[in-house]
């Protein structure tokens, strides 16, 4: 790419200790990602998919190589809110109401009080909970609790979106609607985030992504990026286009490859 | 989709049932204890030496003290009882005080915790009933109120529980809500006060429970050292030296006692009820 990415890593590697001696969780992995790029991460468990991730959040450290957010430590990134973070559970604030869980980002950052509300109701109006504003989170289902966890994660329009099997706790049906949801969302969010979007399904990398990086079993190392050419805005019939088949085989291929 | 109203606001439908469903237990659990209390009596001849009739209970509550001079036992029951409550409460505010303190600081410095948590336990291992003359007798020389002495000794034994439980609490949380405060860029101020604080209500109000009857019971055992003669710790002694003429008092003592400590446990649960009602596990 000809462009100036927003994410970089030159040759990073992760190490954890552990009893029975380190366990190499990434191995020199390079890579760069450009702004306003929806990327996949897909490979099998314990590959270093959430690690990587994590190292973008500054939520971990490199054993070594390094890695760069706009030109920044992730470190000098987190402290300019430049991550929106959703896990693959809610992790919503069972004392507070959705409305003031979505606040809660604005209320750390200092925004008046008038401000942070209208903000946050219109982003729950935008994911679909606007009438759920005063309801505590254990009375809104799973899928409901996952869109109050992004409108959160929206609130304070960071530039980087970073999200860890969000939809994965999810029912299928639920998922599917959530994925178009969210792509609808990024769409029409101007400027469009950056998204780091860790999965273990092979549709749903596919389906979302501009690109898929599939990672090798332990030690993770980029085994593959693959270019997803499918047309935007993707729709329900997307999923049954003959493209979009071609690609689930060839990720599909990738990763049995590296098991033999 | 998952808005389920039932769940949302339990118990308003059957306003008068549910007000039935919590008094029937209560009133059974009474008359059941007060049937046992006759039933003894009755089947293993337990004289009134050994345990009264509950109707001489009732009979000597509305006696006059003092050979007949002084205010009626239930009125100087009362006022005894006030006496305590009012010495517990000082130990159980005290006490909550130093538990939140001693929780946040080795919190922020776990180096403390290792120092100090063994005599913060130790502390309790050592019998009140040992501590207590030491205390009102030393703050008596110091020239302290009486009252600060009793206060100090129902602190002693309310600070350990709030201790335990606000640390317990106050660590909690789960890492992941700790990685979003991490990447909103929070400071661990406003991590203590937005995540860990709220988070570690429950367990606090668990402790507080515990706290209320264990500063009653420091009260008492304060008030049996010295001091001033006022308190439920004086009557309960007074009652057990005149027991052989008037076993009525001693009960009466000990139901009284009993009752400041419910009294006191009912307020800390109306308070969680207040604080922590409208939220459940996530």
Redesign the interface.
Known sequence: MSIVPIIEFDRVSKIYPSGSGPITALHEVSLRIAAGEFIALIGPSGCGKTTLMRLI???EQPSAGTVRVKAKSPDQA????D???V?Q?P?????RTICKNVE??L???GYPRQQRHERAMSLLRLVGLGD?SQ??????????QQRAAIARALS?APSIL?MDEPFGALDEITRERLQLELLSIWAESDPRPTVIFVTHSIPEAVFLADRVVVLSPRPGRVQRIIEVNLPRPRAFETREDPRFFTLLTEVRECLRAMEG | MGYDASRADPGTAWPVGTALRRVLPVASVILVLLGLWEGSKLLFDFSDQRLPHLAALVEAMFTPTQGGTGPLLLVQMLVNAWATFRIALGGFLLGTLLGFGLAGLFLRVSVLERGLMPYVIGSQTVPILAIAPMVIVGFGRLGAAPWAAKVLVSTYLSFFPVTIGMLRGLRAVSPQSLDLMRSYAASSTQTFWKLRLPSALPFLFTSLKIAASASVIGAIVAELSAGPREGLGVMILDAAQSYNSRPPALYLAILAAGLVGVTFYSLVALAEHLVVGTRRAE
């Open positions: 959040g500054d939520l987190r402290r300019d809110r991550y929106g973070i896990f559970s992790v919503l604030y069972a004392w809660l980002p209320e750390l950052m759920f309801a505590y989170p254990h009375q809104l289902s799973g899928g409901m304070f970073l």
